[in-house]
């Protein structure tokens, strides 16, 4: 891990062209600090990390319980949705989204408009919460359940019961009891998502919006580690 990453510092202050004789300058950290909307790109990217990772988190821990610890009606086929959810490739999910709630072309947008109290499209999946509802019922969500499953399922259920007796509520007794018992668990989830984040940006490619962020993208080739920031800002679709 560390091997890539040294390679990738020294590579980024060669300011000779590739493949010619290593030249070490601060040219290519001034250009990408030179770039106008560098400082909106690292903003947004941050918000919707934290966004969808907050959300995701909350969903996750609580899907995950009624999965393993309740007798919910077809939570063995909602499991299995989240196992598929978790292998579906990114970029056809994404348009899948865009197909049905992208502007005014949506299917599910057109099929609303039909309403006579409807007069513009209800989802709108181009601005900065449709790319973070995007990110989160993709990969984002399903990674999470798929951690938490099996630990609650190992978790000593005698604690519940015991508060559940003395007379604490559900929500109590997951906020009390669970949730910091499950603190380990929910840290190692939170940082294996955020580890994948760079991913996840190509929710952010598929889709047509004003939204501008920086990706971080790596590739393996014949041992060259290659880096690229790109911004992402294409017109508004209607």
């Known amino acids: 891990l560390l091997a890539p990453i040294l390679c990738l510092l020294v590579t980024s202050f060669d300011t000779n062209s590739f493949g010619k004789e290593y030249r070490f300058g601060f040219g290519n950290w001034r250009d990408v600090a030179g770039q106008p909307m560098l400082l909106t790109a690292l903003l947004n990217t941050v918000s919707l990390s934290i966004a969808r990772q907050a959300l995701a988190l909350a969903l ?6 009624l999965i393993a610890r309740s007798d919910l009606p077809g939570k ?4 299995v949705g989240f196992w598929i959810a978790l292998f579906l490739p990114p970029l056809p999910a994404t348009l ?9 072309s949506g299917l599910v947008n057109q ?4 309403l006579p109290f409807i007069d513009e499209p209800v989802f709108r999946i181009y601005s900065w919460w449709g ?3 995007v990110h989160m019922l993709g990969a984002t969500l399903a990674v999470k359940v798929f951690l938490l499953v099996p630990a609650f399922r190992a978790l000593d259920g005698s604690l519940e019961e015991a508060a559940r007796a003395s ?3 559900l929500g109590r007794t997951i906020t009390r009891i669970v949730v910091p018992m499950m603190a380990p668990v929910l840290v190692v989830t939170s940082l ?3 580890s994948g984040a760079a991913g996840a940006s190509v929710a952010v490619r598929a889709i047509p919006a004003m939204v ?5 993208a790596t590739a393996a080739t014949d041992g060259l580690v290659i880096v690229a920031v790109v911004d992402t800002a294409p017109p508004e679709a209607t």
């Open 60 to 65: 996750g821990v609580m899907l995950a319980w």
């Open 76 to 79: 063995r086929w909602l499991e």
């Open 96 to 104: 899948a989204w865009v197909l049905l709630l992208g502007g005014s």
């Open 111 to 114: 099929a609303l408009s039909y």
């Open 131 to 133: 790319i973070v509802l």
């Open 167 to 169: 007379g604490a509520s």
């Open 192 to 194: 294996r998502s955020v």
């Open 212 to 216: 501008i962020t920086l990706e971080l």
